[in-house]
C-alpha cells in the first residue's frame, strides 16, 4: 500500500493541498491547481494551461480595447453548464502577455475555489492556504513584464470570497 503520509497531516503538506476551480455561478468544475497556474493581478485573471471540459470556447474572436491588453484578442471562455462568463484564452497578444496566449486566463471574480482536504466549501486564499505560493511566484516571475503582487491579490481574491459569501 501507499506509505506516504496523510495529506491532512499538517506541515508543509498543507501548502500543496490542491485547489479545484469552480464556476462561481454554478459550481460546475472548471479547472484545478495542478495545472501550471499563473496570475496577473492587472488584468485580476488566473491562467491555467488546461481545464475540464466543463469550459467552453466561444467561437467569435474578440479585439481588446482596454489599456491592459489593447492590441490583444481573444476567444471568450463560457460555462458549459450555466453559460456564464469564465474568462478568455488569447490568441493574439502583445508581447508583455505573450505567456497567456492559447492558455485558459479565468476571471478571480467569476471563480469559486475548493481547497481540498480543507473541510471547507470555500477555502480562503489566504497565503498560507495557496499550495505553493513560492511555485506560483515563480510563474509570476517568468510574466517578466508584469509587476504582480501576489499577496495584495489574494487578499483581493480572498475579500471576494467573503463578499460573495456573506
Ligand atoms: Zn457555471
Do not use: W
Request: proline share 3%.
Amino acid at each position: 500500500m501507499d506509505s506516504s503520509p496523510p495529506l491532512r497531516e499538517k506541515k508543509d503538506s498543507f501548502h500543496d493541498l490542491p485547489i479545484v476551480f469552480q464556476c462561481e455561478n454554478c459550481r460546475t468544475i472548471i479547472g484545478d491547481s495542478f495545472a501550471s497556474v499563473s496570475s496577473n493581478s492587472t488584468l485580476k485573471m488566473v491562467t491555467l494551461d488546461r481545464v475540464t471540459k466543463k469550459v467552453r470556447i466561444r467561437d467569435k474572436l474578440v479585439s481588446s480595447s482596454h489599456t491592459t491588453d489593447l492590441g490583444s484578442s481573444y476567444n471568450p471562455l463560457a460555462c458549459e453548464t450555466c453559460n456564464s462568463d469564465l474568462g478568455r484564452i488569447y490568441r493574439t497578444t502583445t508581447i508583455h502577455l505573450d505567456e497567456l496566449r492559447d492558455k485558459f486566463s479565468l476571471y478571480v471574480d467569476r471563480l469559486s475555489c475548493y481547497q481540498i482536504g480543507s473541510e471547507e466549501q470555500k477555502a480562503s486564499l489566504s497565503s498560507a492556504a495557496i499550495p505553493s505560493v513560492h511555485y506560483l511566484q515563480q510563474q509570476i516571475i517568468k510574466l517578466q513584464a508584469v509587476s504582480v503582487s501576489l499577496n495584495g491579490r489574494l487578499m483581493e481574491i480572498e475579500d471576494r470570497l467573503k463578499e460573495d459569501s456573506s
